[in-house]
């Protein structure tokens, strides 16, 4: 693939505004983790991302891996619950794959995120359908590497925004959600949520041109 990559400025871009959108979408990922859950989703994942956003500016670090380091460690740091050690090793993983790389092509990127998708199943031994964040991780990703040219990358946000939505239905196998049983249907997941967030504004630092998707009116 030509002209489609990541280099350490659109990583810090990408970071800036996905810790910004967890903000402005902090109010409905919390009201669907109350609906599931604790409450708390949005608040974990704003915070943690804000802190990210903070240590990224301090450190300056000098390539991708170290960059994803510096990202997985204010999330281990600074989130409790599921989602801290999960995110966390989402870009522990990633941060393996892009280590010493300056810019990364779709190629390392595809790589490195299949490495954080089997870092969540290690760490939380779910499976697809169980309602949880990798529900939208498998699809997204399976359709990512089957069609990592510009014009198809765009359709990926649609297949994680879909796959978000498609959580609402299914009752949920792991996580806290999964103590209501059959009650658990009828609401998105909230990973699920923030993960369709994560993959639309990973793809707008790759690629630019993805139109916003209005989660907060999609998930409520
Ligand atoms: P907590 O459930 O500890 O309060 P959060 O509310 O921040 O943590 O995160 C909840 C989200 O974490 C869920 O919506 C789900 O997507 C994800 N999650 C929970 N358990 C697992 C698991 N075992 N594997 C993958 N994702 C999980
Ligand atoms: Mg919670």
Redesign the pocket.
Known sequence: MIGVGMNLEQFANFIHDYAQRLEALKDTLNEL?NRI??G??GT??ARGFHTAQQQLQAKSPEDLGAACNVVAMALLGS?????GP?YGTIFMKLGGALKNLAQADIEQLIEGLQAAKTG?IE????QFGDK???DVWEPTLEYVTAHSCDEELLQAVMVARIAALETRDRVAK????AYLGPRSAGTC????VSSGLFFEVLISAWRGGVETIPWETLVL
């Not at 760490?123 to 779910?126: D, E, I, L, T, V």
């Not at 792991?174 to 959600?177: E, F, I, L, S, V």
């Open positions: 983790d859950g604790d708390d989703h974990n994942m989130v409790g619950g599921a989602s999960l969540i760490r939380g031994k779910a949880t964040m990798l792991k996580g806290r959600a997941d909230p990973g699920s």
